[in-house]
């Protein structure tokens, strides 16, 4: 267990290297933080002055050295728009963040499995093919577009007659295909302070109806996906000689299916999980700018717009940091569940 | 009455373009402790039939006519829970390949237990006192160790002992060992087969056992069927049939044996292939390979290309041949005029 977190943290280091010289490099090629600092009417001698007291005239390495440094403390430098150490920025932004991606990790996994593991038990059934139809068009449907389709519909509201109104059974389907709206869909409402930068939106009711367009539309690409993926190899599983074998040898098939091919069906499913659970986190940058969600992809968007560059820099070193981490719990947990893999090095 | 019974059993695979008859008026009985041997080329039907005892045919194939008489009970007409009370209870079965059986991401034990607890109303504790005793039996080393060890800690011969043992948990009448040793090394299968052989008349078990090793037949069995594209097409006792096969597919298989060839000639063995279920010849389905047929002459031939042949008893085997029927009624004149 030591020498796997060992070997962990180490492949952890090497990938937040790699991720630090990128973030470093493309602050030269993001415009010149000078022009973004002082005003129009400042003389070159001035900027030049500034560059040289900011360090920015140094050779590359010495530049990277001090930003390395610097890193591991947890210091990014300070915030051009917000005047912060940009660490509390992001810190304030990522609550919000990491609160949509669980709303919607836990949406995906709710929903995926029982769906995926009824598509596959029963792949003829009409409700396995509208699931799969379904699917299909959430996959193609950009995130945004399906935020903006949920905000009409359940925010705004749609009012619709194509039937006659003034008869009983057209009022009627009128209303079926009307909605009244009404969900929030903007911000996140008046969220519950919890300690430092963390306020929640999981303690009231109200703040977790802030949550639901939010998290539909960022699960409407991943959910299918997954609900695909669970069923096909689900469908693989059942076909296997061991299903077979624990059928000759007259177990339930509820057993069947939830124990011997659904814990079988998930070893795969986890491995994408823990990957896609990092793209998550990037994928909130659509999702958060259409809801005006203030998490940390909105603050991201709105750092490039500014030429924030020490915000950018340090966006995407703990967007880089979350993806380790993740990673490194999915591998845990994978361990956990499949035996032939061997994490504690203890004797067979 | 014997133990088993199937008769005139008809399994079908329900495919797009029409039914694919995998198996056609399969008749075979089985008394207990007697071990039956059903051999064939891959694709006659051997493993369909196995499978269809216990109605365990992947979907889309299904049984379309016949019966199944096991114990004075009817199984192709039980529901699935009733089925699930003889699957692995009194009517076992033993996989071709060890590698892929059991489930790995399960215990040993668990797969024992659960196998047990499917059956019997027993505390977890009993359970695993049966299975620690059945590993015994089937001569693991240590086997207390392997109760808590996954199935990627064994090796294939282990895990083939083990999926004996469950085989044997909950003391079945009959045991149906589809090509039990086929994936198996050459060294362990002669073990394996020997384990098997041992623990059956130890416990006075039926056994089907179905193979396309001949050798292993004649060790192991008292009575084998021959099947060809889905009919039985010869059946008897497995020491008549093996020193005297009267069916030309059977004296083909028996002359493919590598014994049977000259040294440093080429290998004896039975021209063409066997044909596509869905796509059988008229009358006999092995006419277009016979031998016999060359040499027969034009009225015999046209009975094979047209007619399905019968059974006809040659002393105490059975083969389904038109040649076969014919030779056997041209011996019993002479042998009416010689007296």
């Not at chain 1, 140094?58 to 050295?65: G, S």
């Not at chain 1, 599983?237 to 998930?266: E, W």
């Not at chain 2, 007697?34 to 039907?45: K, Q």
């Amino acid at each position: 267990m030591i020498a796997f977190l060992i070997k962990r943290l180490f492949h952890a280091l090497l990938v937040m290297f790699v991720i630090s010289v990128i973030a470093f490099a493309i602050q030269d090629n993001l415009g010149d933080p000078i022009q973004q600092m002082v005003g129009q009417s400042v003389p070159e001698s001035e900027r030049e002055a500034l560059r040289e007291e900011l360090g920015l005239n140094d050779p590359f390495l010495v530049q990277y050295l001090r930003f390395a440094v610097n890193a591991a403390h947890f210091d990014f430098g300070y915030s051009y728009v917000f005047n912060q150490p940009t660490t509390d920025v992001v810190l304030r932004h990522l609550p919000a963040t990491l609160e949509l991606v669980a709303a919607t990790t836990f949406l995906i996994i709710a929903l995926s499995v029982p769906i995926g593991v009824y598509s596959a038990i029963k792949p003829r059934a009409w409700l396995s093919r509208f699931f799969m139809g379904v699917s299909i068009v959430g996959i193609s449907i950009p995130v945004f577009l399906t935020a903006i389709v949920l905000i009409q519909i359940f925010a705004i509201g749609v009012s619709w007659s194509p039937f006659p109104a003034d008869t009983g059974w057209g009022a009627w389907l009128n209303d079926l295909i009307s909605t009244e709206g009404g969900m929030p869909a903007y911000g996140r409402g008046d969220p519950v302070h919890v300690f430092g930068t963390w306020e929640t939106n999981f303690a009231s009711l109200e703040g977790l109806t802030y949550l639901v367009l939010p998290a539909i539309s960022l699960a409407s690409i991943m959910l299918p996906l997954f609900i695909r993926l669970i069923r096909a190899e689900m469908l693989e599983v059942l076909q296997s000689d061991y299903v077979k074998f624990a059928r000759a040898k007259g177990i339930s098939p509820r057993r069947i299916y939830f124990l011997h091919a659904l814990k079988n069906t998930m070893l795969p499913v986890i491995t994408v999980g823990g990957v896609q659970i990092g793209t998550l986190v990037a994928y909130t940058i659509l999702t958060e700018t259409v809801f005006q969600w203030p998490g940390m992809g909105l603050m991201f968007l709105d750092a490039i717009e500014r030429s924030d560059i020490p915000l950018i820099v340090t966006y995407l070193m703990i967007v880089g940091l979350i993806f380790v981490i993740t990673n490194t719990l999915v591998d845990l947990i994978y361990g956990l569940i499949n035996p032939t893999v061997k994490l504690t090095g203890k004797p067979a | 009455m014997s133990l088993l019974d199937v008769n005139h059993l008809d399994v079908r695979f329900a495919l797009r373009g029409g039914d694919v008859r995998a198996l056609r008026d399969v008749c075979f009985s089985l008394d207990r402790g007697e071990r039956l041997g059903i051999v064939g080329e891959s694709g006659a039907g051997k493993s369909v039939a196995a499978f269809s005892l216990l109605n365990l045919i992947a979907k889309p194939g299904y049984i379309a006519g016949g019966s199944i008489r096991f114990d004075g009970q009817e199984l192709t007409t039980l529901s699935d829970r009733a089925l699930r009370k003889v699957r692995g209870h009194r009517m076992s079965m033993i996989f071709q390949d060890p590698m892929m059986t059991l489930n790995p991401v399960l215990t040993i034990g668990e797969q024992m237990v659960e196998c047990l607890k499917a059956h019997r109303r027993i505390s977890t504790r009993e359970a695993r006192g049966i299975s620690l005793n059945k590993l015994q039996q089937v001569q693991i080393p240590s086997p207390e160790a392997r109760l808590d060890q996954y199935p990627h800690e064994l090796s294939g011969g282990m895990r083939q002992r083990v999926i004996i043992a469950i085989a044997l948990l909950l003391d079945p009448d009959i045991i149906i060992a589809d090509e039990p040793t086929t994936a198996l090394d050459v060294t362990i299968q002669a073990e394996i087969m020997a384990l098997l052989l041992e623990l059956c008349e130890k416990h006075n078990v039926g056994l089907i056992l179905i193979t396309h090793d001949l050798g292993v037949v004649s060790q192991v069995t008292q009575r084998m069927l021959v099947m060809y594209a889905g009919r039985v097409i010869e059946q008897g006792p497995t020491r008549e049939i093996i020193n005297d096969p009267q069916h030309p597919y059977t004296q083909g298989l028996i002359n493919a044996l590598p014994q049977m060839a000259t040294p440093g000639s080429r290998l004896n063995q039975i021209p063409g292939s066997m044909p596509s279920l869905s796509n059988l010849p008229s009358g006999c389905a092995f006419h277009p390979r016979c031998s016999f047929v060359e040499r027969a002459d034009g009225s015999r031939r046209q009975a094979c290309h047209d007619q399905v042949p019968e059974f006809v008893t040659s002393g105490n085997c059975q083969a389904a041949c038109h040649m076969v029927a014919e030779m056997i009624e041209s011996e019993r004149i002479p042998a009416e005029e010689q007296d």
